[in-house]
Structure formats: C-alpha cells, structure tokens
C-alpha cells in the first residue's frame, strides 16, 4: 500500500504542490524577516546619529556645559548615554542613565581615531551586543578641539525582538504547509482523475477483452479531456478495424470453401475417369479456372490491405477523369449491349486530377461493372465527370433496385454482401478495392440515390492545380 502510494502521481504531484508552497513561503517570510530586522536597525542608527549630530554642534557653540544641559534636560536621558573623551582616553564628561550599571557602561569601547576629519563628516555607528535581551547602539563623532562625543542607546536585541514572529511563522507555517499538502494532494488526485480512468479502461480491455470499452469522458476541457477524447478515437478505429478483420476471415473462409470444395471435387472426378482424357481436360479447366477467382480474391485483398495501409504504389500523373470514364465505357459497352442497359456518357469538358491512371481506372472499371450488374435489362447506366469547388467529381449511376440507406455504410466492406447480391456472383471486394484506392488518392466515395431511381455512386479527388 505504501508503495503503491508513493508511486502515485496524484500523491507525487501533492507533496511537490506542498515542496514549491514551502520554498515559496519561506523565501517570503526571509524577506520580510530581514526587511524588517534591517528596517529596525537602521531606526536605532539614525536616532543614536542624530543625537550624535546635534550634541556635537552644541559642542561647538557652547561647549561641555552645553551639552550637559541639553543631556539632562532631555526626555530621552534615562535611555541615553552622553559622554565626551578626552584626546588621551580620559572622561570629560559623562551622562548616565540611572538603571545602567558599571559593568555596562565598561563595556561600551571608546571611539578610535578619526584622522582629523571634522565631525561634520563622519559619525560611526556600531551595536553592541549585551546581554540576551538588550543590545548597544554606540555613535562616535569627533570634536574640533580633538575631543571624541559618543551616544550610547540601550535597544532591545534584534533576535530577542523578532523571536515571537519566528515562532508565529513556524506554527502558521507548519498548519498552512499541512493544508496545502492536503489540498495539493486533493487537486492532483481530482485532476489526475482520467488517467486512472484511462489505466483501467486499459486493465479491463487486456483481462476481458471488451473492444467496447471506452473511458469516460472528463466534465471539462484542456489537455486530459483531449486525451481521453483522442483516446477513444484510436479505441473506437481499433475495434472497428479488429471487428472488420473478423468479419473479413470469416467470410473469407466461407468464401474460400466453395470453390476451394469445388477444385478438389472436380479432381477427384478427374482421377476416377482416367481413362476419359476429354473429361480429365475438362476437369483440368475447371480447376484452373476456380484457382483464377481464389487468386483473383487474394490478390484483390492485397490490393485493398496496401491500399488502406498506405503501402499501395501509385504513379501519379495528370490524368482526364472523362478520358478513363471513356476507356472505361468502353471495355464495357458490349457487357451492356448483351443485357440491354443503354450506357451515357457525359463529359462536356476535361477534368484533370493528379492520379494513377491504372489504379483509376481499376476502381472505375470495379463501379460500372457493379452498376451493370444490378441493372435490369432496358435500364441505363449513366457516366459523368465534371469539376466542382475545386475538385473533380465523377459519378456512376444506374436504375438498379439502388442501395437500402441502412446497408450505404456496410457495402465497403471487405466481402460484404447484402441481401440483394447474394444471388449475383462475385467477390464481394470491388467496393471495397474502390474505396481504398479512391482514399489513398486522398479523395472520398460516396454512394445516394439517382434521381430517377436506383444507385449513385460519386468519387471526389482533389482536381489538378497546375497548368497543362
């Protein structure tokens, strides 16, 4: 349990919310600190200074007397220390407050030399540290007959002063640093909320193999809600495409069964009539004849598998889609002058694409072969090709019994076969190769209803852009 949770994001994500908050409020709180402690000192300075200043002017107009006068008449005499030194050290004068004792006053030191600087031009500050709660702030200015005056203030010691804000800062410090672990820990374990879902989407889809599961869909946006959206994307392309293999080998191997029962049939026929060579050679072309569609079906598989996968080689070149609707119509005109379908064609100007012409021509050939297929006799099929918006449009229409709108997403199927043409031979992949082929000239097909009736089929590619 514990490593579980110490391998948690979300627990991760909360002790370093918690870790950056610390830092964050220390580096604030030592700030503030030092601010403070620095702006204390310098009130101390300036006050000591500024005596310092104005004793040693009235040194100068008046002298000692003056500033004994002006000492005791003060407010501030029982917190002030005012002496004058002698050139060799000795006291002149000396104001004391009257809670300071001997050993205090001696460890104040006497000023050093000023190299004959006038007072006017320097005044030295120094603190004194004197017990655990007061502290000294000594200022020393020189006189102009060589005499040395010194303010003495007895303060309150800074780490003394400032220590219930130290402990002020731990206690809050601590309970906002646990608060903000909590909350921290909270949020992520809130927000990381859909890659749990995500890990257990995953978990059940290995152990049970449900290809419909899909992880819930977050209430907001922002990056994991377009995760989990894209997610189920990729898991719904992923069932469908393992749910379209399924069904592809299986009706692959029902497909595969007939002619397969077949082949082996009419040899074994062969073989018990080996003295008939006339029926042995028909037994021969019968079975080459069923091996040609089950090659023809494998190798059509390859072709559509390529296709989808991206791996189908293309030639591409400027191509007239009215110029392979004519080849097309007629390598298939007699088809349909046989079962008596008129087949139009109409293509008033050129449509250039950038395309295969074979593998064009292959998907073309594979829609008016089906069109042909399901029209009845005395119908039409009707062959167009045109430019719009940029793109060029072929169509292939019929008066067949057209496509049921329930079935218009399952014919590209791989060897799918609805109700309607399960009495006609095929297999089962022409809409599928024209699909493929007509997506990876990166354009789309499209099936609706003629407008007199039956199936239209509509293949839109990108039209050629440059001149011809």
Same mark, same amino acid.
């Given at each position: ?38 702006? %204390? ?18 040194? *100068? ?95 309150? $010691? ?14 809050? !410090? ?11 820990? !909270? ?11 995500? $890990? ?22 922002? @990056? ?40 082996? #049939? ?6 018990? $009539? ?7 050679? @028909? ?6 004849? @069923?091996?040609?569609?089950? %090659?023809?079906? %494998? ?17 591409? *070149? ?53 069109? %042909? ?10 062959? !167009? ?20 709108? @329930? ?18 031979? #095929?297999? !089962? ?40």
């Amino acid at each position: 349990m514990i490593a579980h949770l110490r391998q948690s994001l979300a627990v991760r994500l909360g002790a370093l919310y918690a870790l950056v908050f610390a830092l964050g409020a220390a580096a604030v709180f030592a700030v503030l600190y030092w601010f403070l402690a620095d702006a %204390l000192e310098a009130k101390e300075r300036a006050l000591v200074e500024r005596r310092a200043q104005d004793y040693a002017a009235l040194y *100068e107009r008046g002298g000692a007397a003056a500033v004994r006068a002006a000492a005791e008449a003060t407010a501030e005499a029982n917190s002030l220390l005012v002496r004058i030194i002698g050139t060799g050290g000795n006291i002149v004068f000396a104001r004391v407050p009257p809670d300071w004792v001997e050993t205090q006053i001696q460890r104040i030191p006497l000023p050093g030399a000023f190299s004959n600087l006038q007072w006017q031009q320097v005044v030295q500050t120094v603190r004194i540290p004197r017990d655990a709660e007061k502290d000294f702030a000594v200022a020393s200015c020189p006189l102009a007959d060589g005499r040395s005056l010194q303010v003495v203030r007895s303060t309150d $010691n800074r780490a003394a002063l400032l220590a219930p804000l130290r402990r002020t800062f731990l206690t809050i !410090g601590a309970g906002a640093l646990g608060l903000a672990a909590l909350v921290g820990g !909270g949020l992520a374990w809130r927000f990381t909320r859909p890659l749990r879902e995500v $890990n257990a989407t995953a978990r059940r889809i290995v152990a049970t193999g449900d290809l419909h599961a899909r992880v819930p869909a977050p209430a907001g946006g922002g @990056e994991l809600g377009e995760l989990v959206r894209q997610l189920n994307s990729v898991l719904a392309q992923n069932a469908a495409l393992i749910e379209a293999q399924r069904e592809t080998l299986d009706n692959l191997a029902h497909d595969l069964r007939t002619p397969l029962a077949r082949l082996r #049939g009419t040899a074994d026929l062969a073989l018990q $009539n080996q003295a008939d060579p006339v029926a042995a050679r @028909e037994a021969l072309a019968d079975c080459l004849e @069923e091996s040609e569609r089950v %090659l023809r079906l %494998l190798e059509t598989l390859l072709d559509v598998s390529a296709a989808t996968t991206g791996t189908l080689p293309l030639r591409r *070149e400027r191509t007239d889609l009215g110029a392979i609707l004519a080849d097309a119509a007629d390598l298939y005109r007699e088809v349909a002058e046989e079962k008596r379908i008129a087949l139009h064609l109409d293509t008033p100007a050129p449509v250039p694409v950038e395309a295969d012409p074979l593998r064009l021509g292959q998907a073309v050939a594979n829609l008016i072969d089906n069109a %042909l297929k399901y029209t009845p006799a005395g119908g039409a099929v009707r062959l !167009g090709a045109q430019l719009e918006a940029g793109s060029g449009v072929l169509t292939v229409s019929d008066t067949g019994p057209g496509v049921p709108a @329930e079935e218009r997403e399952k014919i590209w199927r791989r060897l799918y076969r609805g109700d309607a043409s399960r009495s006609q031979r #095929g297999l !089962g992949l022409g809409l599928s190769l024209v699909k493929a082929i007509v997506e990876a000239h990166r354009g789309t097909v499209a099936v609706d209803d003629a407008p007199g009736g039956g199936a239209r089929f509509s293949v839109r590619l990108p039209a050629e852009s440059r001149p011809a």
